[in-house]
Each structure stands twice: as structure tokens, then as C-alpha cells.
């Protein structure tokens, strides 16, 4: 290349399933350097349907306001009431505990969506922001990852968001932009 040329080199794009504003505020914050994120929003398992529009309502303002967001989309993945997906998900695991294999069932069902939708679109990664949760099990949330990214042929951005403060850092970010942290993921079966 002579010196007159000039080389464009371009982010990588990630597909970046969002369960919340509190827990994608550090990831994007993170992540915005290093790739043109669009936000996936598939999450059929949040109940009441007035709770997941709160959320949604949420992330779209988070967007508005965290510097770098800039070109960031946000495609929502679509909701169901009564949450017919999630519940033939889980069907079965009522009685699980929060952590259990209710939940597992429940992050694969979201990250096969967004894998496949990361696919269609022709997205170079997808991920989740699932582990900046203290309550969620990092690992299996990586091993899914890599189970979805094979079978739909899409490369998985494996990370453990809590570590470097990140779960105290969306925190952080949730009370300066005034986020609605909500008290519970989002499965309404109640027995957990």
C-alpha cells in the first residue's frame, strides 16, 4: 500500500443481548471502544408485561444518555403475553430455585434467539450482559454461548462482565443517569 492510501479498518459488530439498563450500562461502557454494538432486547421471560415495557422504556433511554452510544440500535426481540416461549421454556421447572435450571433454560432460550438473530443479520460477534450479574453463573453462561455460536455459526463474545468492578460500576452509572433497578430478573413464577 503506498503511503497515499489510506487503511479503514472497521469494529467489529456485536449483537449485544440486553436483559436491562442497569446491567448493559458498565458492559456498553466497556464495550463501545472496541466494537459497533446494537442492543438486543429479547427478554420473554420478564412478567408482568407492564414490568418488561419499564424495562424497555429503560434501556432505550440508557441509550439516549451514555456517552459513546452514538449509532447504537436497539432491536427488540418481541414479547408474548402470557410469556408463552419462556413458559413452555421452562415448563417443568416451576419449583427451581433462582440459579437453577429454570434460569439456565430460560439464558439459553435468550441466547439461541440472539445467536440466530445475529446470524440473519450478519452481526461478526454476540454476547450478553447476563454475567455482570453477581446472581448469574458466569460459566454457564459462556458454555451456552459457545453451544448457540457453534450451532448457529456466529462467534461468541465470552466475558465475565462482574470482574473489574463491573457490576459495581452499573451500579454507579444506574444512579447517575437515574435508572429504574428493578428488584427481581424478571421471571414471574414466584416460588424462587
Do not use: W
Amino acid at each position: 500500500m503506498s503511503k497515499n492510501e489510506k487503511s479503514f479498518s472497521r469494529r467489529a459488530s456485536l449483537l449485544l443481548h440486553s436483559c436491562c439498563a442497569p446491567c448493559s450500562s458498565a458492559v456498553l461502557e466497556r464495550l463501545f471502544s472496541d466494537y459497533e454494538i446494537t442492543i438486543y432486547y429479547y427478554n420473554p421471560n420478564i412478567m408482568p408485561a407492564a414490568e418488561y415495557e419499564k424495562r424497555l422504556y429503560e434501556q432505550r433511554r440508557l441509550i439516549s444518555l451514555i456517552p459513546g452510544a452514538g449509532k447504537t440500535e436497539l432491536i427488540e426481540g418481541g414479547y408474548d403475553t402470557p410469556n408463552q416461549a419462556f413458559l413452555k421454556a421452562v415448563e417443568g421447572l416451576e419449583n427451581e430455585r433462582e440459579g437453577g435450571r429454570r434460569c439456565e433454560k430460560c439464558i439459553e432460550m435468550r441466547l439461541c434467539k440472539t445467536a440466530e438473530t445475529a446470524r440473519e443479520l450478519g452481526f461478526d460477534f454476540f454476547a450478553t450482559t447476563l454475567s455482570v450479574s453477581p446472581h448469574k453463573n458466569t460459566a454457564m453462561i459462556n458454555r451456552i454461548l459457545l453451544e448457540k455460536g457453534a450451532k448457529h455459526d456466529i462467534k461468541p463474545l465470552c466475558e465475565d462482565f462482574k470482574k473489574k468492578d463491573g457490576y459495581k460500576r452499573s451500579v454507579e452509572l444506574s444512579k447517575e443517569y437515574g435508572l429504574y433497578r428493578q428488584g427481581y430478573c424478571g421471571c414471574g413464577i414466584k416460588n424462587h
